[in-house]
């Protein structure tokens, strides 16, 4: 939904144009968004329920094996690609809104993490990734910011022409970004860049400490890091 303290006209109006936009996007990568309106002055959408859980949830119990990471990175990139192509940009890419799609029935979030954690694992049994949440997207013309001049978006996958507001900057290679600190993050179980703000992130040009790994980073996201970044 979106909140009372945007709800100005005009935020009111490109909410509900980004979500029709949103909408008429028909991948097997991206949850569909069913119906919008809204209900006592509050805009909404209603998208599909996706039972596996997020992505977020599954790396909570670590890393995965690199040829995971690599085909659930492709995944997500094809459905990402097949977006820009309609001209829309997510704009938060992050596991939390990479949700897990089960090929059985009673598939659900524990399995479903199990399965990725397992190093011989066969593709036929990999969940499939369903981007969600374009409650950011928007239309390759529209402002990265929110209406108050807030930059709007998660800093540990937020690329630094987002997090200092370059509004000009923004577009389709800023997604790619994300994907590559989502790879990352599968790859190591920790984002690349941990801050409680954008601008720390983002500030310099390039993300906080972008140079040497930190003493307690394992030897493996260390060479992640390097290889990504």
């Given amino acids: 939904m979106l909140n009372q303290w945007v ?16 909408a008429t996007l028909d991948h ?4 569909p968004i069913y119906d919008i309106g809204e209900i006592d002055g509050q805009s909404y959408f209603t998208m599909a329920f996706v039972a596996g859980g997020s992505l977020a949830q599954a790396l909570a119990k670590g890393p995965v094996p690199p040829r995971v990471a690599a085909r659930l990175a492709q995944q997500v990139a094809e459905a990402v690609q097949y977006a820009h192509d309609k001209g829309v940009i997510h704009r938060d890419i992050k596991p939390h809104n990479i949700l897990l799609q ?6 659900d979030t524990d399995s479903l993490s199990s399965v990725l954690h397992l190093s011989n694992v066969g593709t036929e049994r990999l969940p499939v990734p369903r981007l969600g949440d374009f409650g950011l997207a928007r239309l390759g013309e529209d402002s990265a910011l929110s209406v108050t001049g807030e930059v709007m978006g998660t800093p540990s996958y937020m690329p630094p022409e987002q997090a200092v507001g370059k509004r000009e900057l923004i577009g389709p290679r ?8 989502v790879l990352y993050c599968l790859l190591t179980g920790r984002p690349p860049f941990q801050s409680s703000s954008p601008m720390e992130n983002g500030a310099s040009g390039v993300p906080t400490g972008a140079g040497a790994a930190p003493a307690a980073e394992s030897g493996r996201a260390a060479r992640s890091r390097n290889y990504l970044f």
């Fill in 7 to 22: 709800g100005s006209p005009e935020t009111v109006e490109r909410f509900q144009r980004e979500a029709r936009a949103c």
């Fill in 174 to 181: 800023s997604d790619v970004y994300s994907l590559g600190a």
């Fill in 28 to 31: 097997p990568g991206i949850v």
């Fill in 102 to 107: 089960g090929k059985a029935d009673g598939d």
